[in-house]
C-alpha cells in the first residue's frame, strides 16, 4: 500500500488559487501581439497613403468639374477659387487631404494664346512629394 504525501504549500506553484498570469505568459502574449502589429501597422498605413490619394484625386475632379461649369454658365473663369463658393458652384473650397489645408492649391492661369477671361483655369495640388506610383502632387 504506497501513501503518496499531499505537496506542501511551497512545493506547489505560485499561483495557488489559479489566478493570475505568470511572467513567461504575459511574454509570449507580448511577443504574439508585437508580431502582429509588424504585420498590420505597415499595411495600416500603407492603406491610409492610398485613401488620402484617392480624395486628393477626387477633390481635383470636383474643383475642374466646378470651373468647367462656371466657364460654361459665365463665358469666363473665375477671379479666385473662393468665387466658386460665393456664385454657388462649390459649398466650400475642398481641403487637399495631404496638407490638410485648404489653402495650399496651386491656382493655374490660362495660358497665353488661349483667349478667355478670368484667373483660375486649372487648379493643381500643392503638396509635397510624390504618390505611391511615383508622380508628384503637384503635377496631378
Request: proline share 5%.
Given at each position: 500500500m504506497s501513501t503518496r504525501c499531499a505537496p506542501t504549500r511551497s512545493a506547489r506553484?505560485?499561483?495557488?488559487?489559479g489566478r493570475g498570469f505568470t511572467l513567461?505568459?504575459?511574454l509570449v502574449v507580448m511577443a504574439v501581439i508585437a508580431t502582429l502589429l509588424m504585420l498590420a501597422v505597415p499595411r495600416y498605413f500603407a492603406g491610409l497613403e492610398?485613401?488620402?490619394?484617392?480624395?486628393?484625386?477626387?477633390?481635383?475632379q470636383e474643383l475642374?468639374?466646378?470651373l468647367d461649369k462656371f466657364h460654361g454658365d459665365k463665358g469666363t473663369y473665375p477671379g479666385t477659387l473662393e468665387d466658386l463658393v460665393s456664385q454657388r458652384y462649390l459649398r466650400r473650397i475642398p481641403v487637399d487631404p495631404i496638407t490638410d489645408s485648404a489653402q495650399t492649391w496651386i491656382v493655374v492661369p490660362p495660358p497665353p494664346d488661349v483667349a478667355v477671361k478670368g484667373s483660375v483655369w486649372d487648379?493643381?495640388?500643392?503638396?509635397?512629394?510624390?504618390?505611391?506610383?511615383?508622380?508628384?502632387?503637384?503635377?496631378?
Open positions: 506553484a505560485p499561483r495557488a488559487d513567461i505568459e504575459l492610398r485613401s488620402k490619394e484617392a480624395v486628393l484625386r477626387q477633390n481635383l475642374r468639374e466646378s487648379v493643381r495640388s500643392g503638396a509635397p512629394g510624390v504618390a505611391i506610383d511615383g508622380t508628384a502632387y503637384q503635377t496631378w
